[in-house]
């Protein structure tokens, strides 16, 4: 007999969810197939089987917490799955005769005309079906008290009725570790960071003219499509670089500023919200960065991301246009002190400056940032030096 154990998490980790068996007790498996799938506040775990053989049995269902070591089941190896019984040919059974219920003596209910003008009141206000009323009073007469009790158990069913209709349609679920861990370290930053946001528009025009001039032959050089990313993330860097508060961080009673610069791209996935860490980007070129970006947001969709992918960042960017987002306020991602956003890019009417009216490609950015360490000019001056590095493309290639 094979145990199935709860491996290793990660660094920090110490407690993971059972988010899902992909066999039922009983089943055939094969060696390295998988069996269950494990959720931690980052990561999710795929569990194999060690061996060929059968799933005897499960010990942690479907939504329990498990710790490492901890056993999720074990495997018979080398059995063969159970075909199952077929049912009986005679299986099927006749109807139980119920037995009559024991007949319950009743005093005969004299009827609401012969109860006195109070009752008879209440009867006609309420509405209560008074012939379906056992009087409780002499002879068997209803009396307001009957009616009342009547009157509220009407209601009471009505309620409960009215409740299982709303019931049926809502649906309740467990909020996944992720998601769990998403909402608290958000909530966490809004109370602990000063957070304030500061605003810019770039105008994506020169930008968007070289991506399309030079991206079949920069995909047929590099293998990768040319995108926004890496240009934001190369003005980022060199921001970052003549503005370091923007890329420091809060440690006790010190600040410590980074010369290096990993910086973190939130992507969206269907368990939520995740921020894998582009390393060392002042290092990697444009294509580096590009293929970098896509290969860890495959990981993300996939549910495959490391806890060394997830950590260590320096700074964060999140790219809300590719939903359609116009603006929003990014939270910063502790203990970084600084999150930029992008929005959609939208053609809108400009002033130049010779006076013409031109439709240019215009984008909204901006940065939360964490006003204990970072004031108003430099979280500015970190916004109009991204916003003249990608209005001119030039600059991020000459580092001017």
Known sequence: MLEIKTPVLGESVAEATVAKWHKKAGEGVKKDELLVELETDKVTLEVNAADNGVLESISADTGASVVVGQTLGFIKAGAAAST???????SNKKDEVKAAPTAKAAQQSLGIESSGPAARKIAAETGVDTSKI??????????KGDILEAGNKKQEIANNSQSTVKADREVRVKMTKLRQTIAKRLKESQNTAAMLTTF???????????????NEQFQATYGVKLGFMSLFTKAAVQALKELPAVNAEIAGDEIVYKNYYDVGIAVGTEQGLVVPVVRDCDT??????EKEIGRLAKLARDGKLSMTDLTGGTFTITNGGIYGSMLSTPIINPPQVGIMGLHNIVK??????????????????????????????????????????????????LGV
Do not use: C, W
Not at 84 to 90: G, K, S, V
Not at 134 to 143: A, L, P, V
Not at 205 to 214: L, P, V
Not at 363 to 391: C, N, P, W
């Open 200 to 214: 810019n528009e770039v105008d994506m025009t020169n930008s968007m003219k070289m991506r399309s001039e030079f």
């Open 134 to 143: 056992e009087g409780t009073g002499k002879d068997g007469r209803i009396t």
């Open 348 to 397: 809108r009417a400009v002033v130049m400056p010779d006076g013409s009216i031109q439709a240019r490609d215009m984008m909204y950015i901006a940065l939360s940032y964490d006003h204990r360490i970072i004031d108003g000019r430099e979280a500015v001056t970190f916004l109009v030096r991204v916003k003249q590095l990608i209005e001119d493309p030039r600059r991020l290639v």
């Open 284 to 289: 990697k070129n444009f294509a580096d960065i």
């Open 84 to 90: 199952p019984a077929a049912p009986p040919a005679n």
